[in-house]
């Protein structure tokens, strides 16, 4: 059968891309209904390549949805939206040991532009997507982006992502906590949206929880829109994890680790537009990997929980102690850290962007110098691991080094410095940290109570939202965006502030 005819079907749909999530679910055909009710995505751009996504789903929370056999799904790529010039087209199998889910790599595409995309299966035409490659090496293209993390479902909703979909850029750095493990949410009582009434320690657990979020109309549209660079944190697994080590005084705690951990990567997989590469083998997986955006941006990917040394003091917000400062203690691992630091000192690129989870700029928890109470989840709880590569950044002379960072529900701008208690410490980089989408729910315009405590601490705001960057070979400019309010549906978006960062001079810039 000839591509035309096998596909000739979805040429005159309509498109879908404004609501991605809206489908034609009653219409069964062959054995199986409408599979495509958790959208598309796409994600890990290159210049000739990038990840095509989907799962088959007719009913998502349903594990017996679909076949117990494998499906054969089709897929095309196209300049244009009503696929009159097809560029690449295929098939892959759905097979059920991945939840019928497909990661398309096509090659030989054309650096620097945007296609769309979409996928066939017994007949149904999934809804379309749309997204880009990355310019070639040499290119000095732009790079707009926006970072995004945190998005408890059971906080709120996801307007934010509806805006996001709105914006001029080119992909979406997700930070880590796709999903959230507890059956209500982590930060009060009760639920905005349920998720499910159970903790996830099983693969079709996990798999539960992953569609449910899927489901959200919000999610699809910006997933539909761009491509997304995503990494995992905490809760993707269970808080506050930490290598092969689960925390203390959980309320389910885990029979075993590394089973449940492999569950939750394989799920991870299964619902995440990323490479082959980072297919999970058992409870591993190799997250951390780079991407080039032409000559103005290299982009270094990070996984700061795989690898790391167990929180010290007892985890959590806690004062210092002995082996707080223990130069042996890693956050990134021997190998990962060594693969940063190669990288950084090899970059060509104008601007070294690290997207990763959780946040490097110290954040003193109190206003008494005495106390010096740190978070030990973050950087601040790896002093020894986070100087090495600061210190490496300064001996080296490494310029215009912007980290990216999640996790703490809060919008904040770093300054980072080789001693960061010391006001007059002059800046090796900066710490754009991203608030959430939905998780602490509405949160307020308070900034932190601790901001006299640090001196490198420029911006801090408790609002949901995300970040837009806009980065060229002679400025960082970061602006954070803003929603009200997230526990109802519909409110506006706003910039509250920007920061921007000159190109050859360290030090955060109120824009």
Same mark, same amino acid.
């Given at each position: 059968m000839s591509r035309r005819s096998l596909l000739g079907g979805a040429v005159g749909l309509t498109s879908v891309l404004a609501l991605p999530g809206a489908a034609v679910a009653s219409r069964v055909v062959g054995d199986f209904g409408y599979p495509f009710t958790l959208g598309v995505a796409s994600g890990d751009p290159l210049p000739d390549s990038v990840v095509l996504w989907t799962r088959l789903a007719p009913d998502p929370l349903d594990a017996g949805s679909m076949p117990a056999q494998p499906v054969q799904v089709q897929w095309q790529i196209a300049h244009d939206e009503a696929f009159r010039f097809i560029v690449a087209a295929g098939t892959e199998w759905a097979t059920p040991e991945l939840a019928h889910s497909v990661h398309v790599e096509p090659r030989g595409l054309a650096p620097d532009r945007w296609y769309f995309f979409r996928f066939r299966a017994r007949g149904h035409i999934s809804p379309v997507g749309r997204t880009r490659t990355a310019p070639l090496a040499s290119a000095t293209r732009p790079l707009r982006f926006a970072a995004a993390s945190c998005q408890s479902y059971t906080d709120g909703y996801y307007t934010a992502y509806r805006h996001l979909a709105e914006e001029d850029i080119d992909l979406v750095a997700f930070l880590g906590d796709w999903i959230y493990e507890d /059956? @209500?949410?982590?930060?009060?009582n009760g639920v905005i %949206? /349920? +998720?499910g009434d159970f903790e /996830?320690?099983?693969? =079709?657990? !996990? %798999? +539960? %929880?992953? $569609?449910? !979020? %899927?489901? @959200?109309? @919000?999610?699809?549209l910006a997933s539909a829109r761009f491509p997304f660079l995503p990494t995992w944190d905490d809760h993707d697994v269970v808080n506050n994890w930490a290598n092969m080590v689960e925390p203390l005084g959980r309320p389910n705690p885990t029979p075993d680790f590394a089973a449940r951990r492999a569950a939750a990567f394989q799920a991870y997989y299964e619902h995440l537009p990323i490479r082959r590469a980072q297919m999970p083998k058992g409870p591993d997986a190799l997250m951390y990997r780079g991407l080039r955006w032409g000559s103005t941006a290299d982009l270094f990917l990070l996984d700061t929980r795989q690898y790391r040394d167990d929180q010290a003091c007892g985890d959590f917000n806690k004062p210092v102690c002995d082996e707080w400062d223990d130069p042996g203690r890693s956050m990134l691992g021997p190998a990962q850290e060594r693969w940063l630091l190669d990288r950084l000192a090899t970059s060509t690129a104008t601007w070294k962007a690290i997207p990763q989870q959780v946040p490097m700029g110290q954040w003193e928890q109190d206003n008494d110098p005495a106390i010096r109470r740190r978070s030990m989840d973050t950087w601040d709880g790896y002093p020894a691991a986070r100087q090495r590569i600061l210190e490496f950044i300064a001996e080296r002379d490494i310029s215009n080094v912007a980290v990216l960072s999640g996790d703490v529900h809060w919008h904040m701008a770093h300054d980072l410095t080789l001693d960061m208690e010391d006001p007059d410490a002059k800046p090796v980089a900066a710490d754009f940290v991203c608030t959430s989408i939905s998780s602490g729910r509405n949160g307020g315009d308070s900034p932190s109570g601790t901001m006299q405590s640090n001196p490198h601490l420029r911006y801090s705001l408790n609002r949901r939202g995300y970040l837009r960057c806009d980065v060229d070979r002679r400025t960082w400019l970061t602006s954070y965006r803003v929603v009200p309010y997230v526990t109802t549906p519909g409110a506006p978006v706003e910039t509250r502030t920007r920061f921007a960062v =000159? $190109?050859?001079r360290p030090g955060l810039q109120q824009a």
């Open positions: /059956p @209500d949410s982590w930060f009060t %949206r /349920p +998720h /996830p320690m099983t693969l =079709e657990q !996990y %798999r +539960h %929880r992953h $569609a449910t !979020y %899927r489901l @959200d109309s @919000d999610l699809q =000159e $190109a050859g």
